[in-house]
């Protein structure tokens, strides 16, 4: 298939990750290129980190040893994303400009032994970070080697929020932009309460440590207000180099599910194209369905176009508790999982192993003991496993269910003092997504005002705060024919924080056809029986139906016999409501009748099967996560290695196969 590639001028699936030479004496660039050729690795970043080295005094630039990298690689036809290095302010810039480090909420100025350091909203910061971020667009805006831009690193991941003099100025302006007034301001944030209100601009101050909770509606305005201040950094650098190297596709890499702080959302529409870094969580047990997750979180930020893992990593990180390696396999399994589920190409931290500073024991694609590495061996076979695999490149994938998500929702939810500590939004969003992947769904993640035709099932795990435009959505998705699965505490308060009128769930009561008379929240470790013998923890509650009928009651517990599940048939759909907290085989017993088929019947426990589709083209990618060999119904083409497939699909214990269907 001829797509039109993610980055122009890398016409193959991108395979690659960054690159640092400055840590290496030149002859070990010569060697690094030939061994990424080796590898098929056509892509790397470069100077992520380098703006100390890049102008090592105030606007003095040395970029000799970057021309030559850059030329080096242009010559061995290797692309370059180039990174503006705006995430690791230099020292005789933080020392010029103490101002400009970030102050965190209990009054500690951060230090600058680190990268990361830095007020976002520092004037200083963005006067320093535009002269870098010009004078290396103008240098190298039309390199050959140049195929795309990347802005800064991971906005909002190290420091999300600054609580300095400077934000809190920048915070009063943005307040001012947003609620116009004060008499609105006070009036949306409930302020006559706890007698908060204001008088004057200047009185308001970041939400730093106080002797009690802060207002809940600052909180929130807080968040949005730091996202945007990250968002208006990137843009800055985004406009810069859009001048100076037209044409080039400019994005930068998001922390997608790992970082709470940035509303992915808002930045999508911003980025030429979605670029996210994933790290598994080594430790965790199935950490496969995360990944699974975050890829799918991914596509949904980008749309449903492909995207770009720009990081992972080839065996252990250095920054979780235990750095459990990967076991053999387990690498090409991430990669191809992320490439099943939309990424148009796969890149890692780093390309070789550092020998100093903080990350020298992270993996690489070039280990400490270089080519003798079983990583190594694995490096080079994907790379040759992608190339054969090129014609995945641009298609879609499918699916008929989609789950709901929401960054704003997420932080509203988890400020202090809700009915229970122990509903968290990782969690219920996981518990949903797991009964998915283990039903063997491929799921759609949207925002609560997506366009949601062609869904046969939407689910909801938690919307604590919905807005009325997001109500409205989900209402008309169930009145044109949909099956919606609402769980509890959603619907609850605006986007100030504010409980709807009227009573819990707020403005989802019509769709569900239910009130909800009290939270029920439940002791720790206790739970409750519903009357087919089903259980739930953490939450319960007095349902009382209005036009919805009951599916399942509480057998005991607080609310026993009150209803815990019901459905409402509303318009030509149906909306059910779940009241307690089940978990994913819980979810799949009461909810499991609601979805479509799927993807391919009669899957094995354990094994993965995800469908991209393109022109004319089907691919169906299996992964078997179990110890025994998979079967699976299947009629086509091995798209690695050409073999007819004619009907039953073996895949080898934690193997990948991926196979070009019979399109009929
Ligand atoms: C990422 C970061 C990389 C590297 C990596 C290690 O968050 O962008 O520079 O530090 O983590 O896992």
Same mark, same amino acid.
């Given at each position: 298939?001829?797509?039109?590639?993610?980055?122009?001028?890398?016409?193959?699936?991108?395979?690659?990750?960054?690159?640092?030479?400055?840590?290496?004496?030149?002859?070990?660039?010569?060697?690094?290129?030939?061994?990424?050729?080796?590898?098929?690795?056509?892509?790397?970043?470069?100077?992520?980190?380098?703006?100390?080295?890049?102008?090592?005094?105030?606007?003095?630039?040395?970029?000799?040893?970057?021309?030559?990298?850059?030329?080096?690689?242009?010559?061995?036809?290797?692309?370059?994303?180039?990174?503006?290095?705006?995430?690791?302010?230099?020292?005789?810039?933080?020392?010029?400009?103490?101002?400009?480090?970030?102050?965190?909420?209990?009054?500690?100025?951060?230090?600058?032994?680190?990268?990361?350091?830095?007020?976002?909203?520092?004037?200083?910061?963005?006067?320093?970070?535009?002269?870098?971020?010009?004078?290396?667009?103008?240098?190298?805006?039309?390199?050959?080697?140049?195929?795309?831009?990347?802005?800064?690193?991971?906005?909002?991941?190290?420091?999300?929020?600054?609580?300095?003099?400077?934000?809190?100025?920048?915070?009063?302006?943005?307040?001012?932009?947003?609620?116009?007034?004060?008499?609105?301001?006070?009036?949306?944030?409930?302020?006559?309460?706890?007698?908060?209100?204001?008088?004057?601009?200047?009185?308001?101050?970041?939400?730093?440590?106080?002797?009690?909770?802060?207002?809940?509606?600052?909180?929130?305005?807080?968040?949005?207000?730091?996202?945007?201040?990250?968002?208006?950094?990137?843009?800055?650098?985004?406009?810069?180099?859009?001048?100076?190297?037209?044409?080039?596709?400019?994005?930068?890499?998001?922390?997608?599910?790992?970082?709470?702080?940035?509303?992915?959302?808002?930045?999508?529409?911003?980025?030429?194209?979605?670029?996210?870094?994933?790290?598994?969580?080594?430790?965790?047990?199935?950490?496969?369905?995360?990944?699974?997750?975050?890829?799918?979180?991914?596509?949904?930020?980008?749309?449903?176009?492909?995207?770009?893992?720009?990081?992972?990593?080839?065996?252990?990180?250095?920054?979780?508790?235990?750095?459990?390696?990967?076991?053999?396999?387990?690498?090409?399994?991430?990669?191809?999982?992320?490439?099943?589920?939309?990424?148009?190409?796969?890149?890692?931290?780093?390309?070789?192993?550092?020998?100093?500073?903080?990350?020298?024991?992270?993996?690489?694609?070039?280990?400490?003991?270089?080519?003798?590495?079983?990583?190594?061996?694995?490096?080079?076979?994907?790379?040759?496993?992608?190339?054969?695999?090129?014609?995945?490149?641009?298609?879609?994938?499918?699916?008929?269910?989609?789950?709901?998500?929401?960054?704003? $929702?997420?932080?509203?939810?988890?400020?202090?003092?809700?009915?229970?500590?122990?509903?968290?939004?990782?969690?219920?969003?996981?518990?949903?997504?797991?009964?998915?992947?283990?039903?063997?769904?491929?799921?759609?993640?949207?925002?609560?005002?997506?366009?949601?035709?062609?869904?046969?099932?939407?689910?909801?795990? $938690?919307?604590?705060?919905?807005?009325?435009?997001?109500?409205?959505?989900?209402?008309?998705?169930?009145?044109?024919?949909?099956?919606?699965?609402?769980?509890?505490?959603?619907?609850?308060?605006?986007?100030?924080?504010?409980?709807?009128?009227?009573?819990?769930?707020?403005?989802?009561?019509?769709?569900?056809?239910?009130?909800?008379?009290?939270?029920?929240?439940?002791?720790?470790? $206790?739970?409750?029986?519903?009357?087919?013998?089903?259980?739930?923890?953490?939450?319960?509650?007095?349902?009382?139906?209005?036009?919805?009928?009951?599916?399942?009651?509480?057998?005991?517990?607080?609310?026993?016999?009150?209803?815990?599940?019901?459905?409402?048939?509303?318009?030509?759909?149906?909306?059910?409501?779940?009241?307690?907290?089940?978990?994913?085989?819980?979810?799949?017993?009461?909810?499991?009748?609601?979805?479509?088929?799927?993807?391919?019947?009669?899957?094995?426990?354990?094994?993965?099967?995800?469908?991209?589709?393109?022109?004319?083209?089907?691919?169906?990618?299996?992964?078997?996560?179990?110890?025994?060999?998979?079967?699976?119904?299947?009629?086509?083409?091995?798209?690695?290695?050409?073999?007819?497939?004619?009907?039953?699909?073996?895949?080898?214990?934690?193997?990948?196969?991926?196979?070009?269907?019979?399109?009929?």
């Amino acid at each position: 298939m001829s797509a039109n590639p993610l980055v122009p001028g890398v016409d193959a699936l991108v395979y690659g990750g960054d690159y640092n030479p400055e840590q290496w004496p030149e002859e070990v660039w010569h060697e690094d290129v030939a061994m990424m050729r080796e590898a098929g690795v056509n892509l790397v970043h470069v100077g992520i980190f380098s703006w100390a080295l890049l102008e090592p005094r105030e606007g003095e630039f040395d970029f000799g040893w970057l021309d030559r990298v850059l030329d080096l690689l242009h010559g061995s036809g290797i692309r370059v994303g180039l990174a503006t290095p705006t995430a690791a302010p230099p020292a005789w810039l933080l020392h010029r400009h103490p101002g400009m480090r970030p102050v965190m909420s209990d009054g500690t100025t951060l230090s600058g032994a680190a990268r990361q350091t830095l007020c976002p909203h520092s004037p200083d910061y963005a006067r320093a970070a535009e002269r870098v971020t010009t004078a290396l667009a103008e240098r190298y805006g039309d390199h050959p080697a140049v195929a795309l831009w990347h802005i800064h690193n991971e906005y909002g991941g190290a420091m999300p929020h600054c609580y300095c003099d400077t934000s809190a100025a920048a915070f009063q302006g943005w307040l001012r932009e947003r609620h116009g007034g004060l008499d609105a301001l006070n009036q949306a944030w409930g302020t006559a309460f706890w007698g908060q209100r204001y008088g004057d601009w200047e009185e308001i101050r970041p939400p730093s440590q106080a002797p009690t909770v802060v207002n809940p509606a600052l909180q929130l305005d807080f968040l949005r207000f730091s996202n945007d201040g990250h968002l208006a950094c990137y843009r800055r650098e985004r406009d810069i180099v859009r001048r100076h190297s037209p044409g080039r596709p400019v994005t930068t890499n998001f922390m997608i599910v790992n970082c709470k702080w940035i509303d992915y959302w808002s930045w999508a529409k911003e980025v030429d194209f979605v670029a996210n870094d994933h790290y598994l969580q080594a430790e965790e047990p199935d950490n496969h369905i995360e990944l699974a997750m975050a890829a799918d979180v991914t596509r949904g930020v980008a749309g449903g176009r492909p995207w770009l893992l720009m990081e992972h990593s080839t065996n252990a990180v250095s920054w979780q508790p235990r750095n459990l390696a990967k076991r053999p396999g387990e690498m090409r399994r991430n990669s191809l999982t992320h490439l099943a589920r939309g990424a148009d190409g796969a890149m890692f931290f780093q390309w070789r192993a550092s020998r100093s500073g903080a990350e020298k024991f992270h993996s690489a694609m070039v280990p400490h003991n270089g080519r003798r590495s079983r990583v190594w061996g694995e490096v080079v076979d994907l790379g040759r496993e992608l190339e054969g695999l090129d014609a995945l490149r641009g298609s879609r994938v499918a699916a008929d269910t989609a789950l709901v998500w929401d960054w704003q $929702s997420w932080w509203a939810m988890e400020l202090e003092w809700r009915p229970t500590q122990d509903h968290t939004y990782r969690e219920r969003t996981r518990a949903f997504y797991t009964w998915l992947w283990r039903a063997h769904r491929t799921v759609d993640v949207v925002a609560p005002d997506a366009d949601l035709t062609g869904y046969r099932t939407v689910v909801v795990p $938690s919307l604590y705060l919905t807005t009325s435009g997001a109500a409205d959505n989900l209402t008309r998705y169930v009145e044109g024919g949909g099956t919606l699965a609402v769980s509890y505490f959603s619907g609850i308060v605006d986007e100030n924080d504010t409980v709807h009128a009227g009573g819990y769930p707020g403005v989802l009561r019509e769709v569900l056809g239910v009130e909800v008379d009290e939270f029920l929240p439940l002791r720790e470790g $206790s739970r409750v029986r519903l009357d087919d013998g089903t259980t739930g923890d953490v939450w319960a509650e007095r349902v009382v139906p209005t036009t919805a009928e009951v599916v399942l009651r509480y057998a005991d517990g607080p609310a026993e016999g009150a209803p815990a599940v019901t459905r409402n048939v509303h318009g030509r759909g149906q909306a059910w409501y779940v009241s307690t907290r089940l978990d994913s085989e819980g979810l799949a017993g009461v909810l499991g009748g609601l979805l479509p088929p799927p993807v391919v019947e009669g899957l094995p426990e354990g094994v993965e099967a995800v469908r991209r589709v393109g022109d004319g083209v089907r691919y169906l990618t299996v992964v078997n996560h179990t110890g025994e060999e998979a079967k699976v119904a299947v009629t086509g083409t091995d798209a690695a290695t050409g073999e007819r497939v004619d009907g039953t699909l073996a895949v080898p214990p934690g193997g990948v196969r991926i196979v070009r269907e019979d399109v009929s």
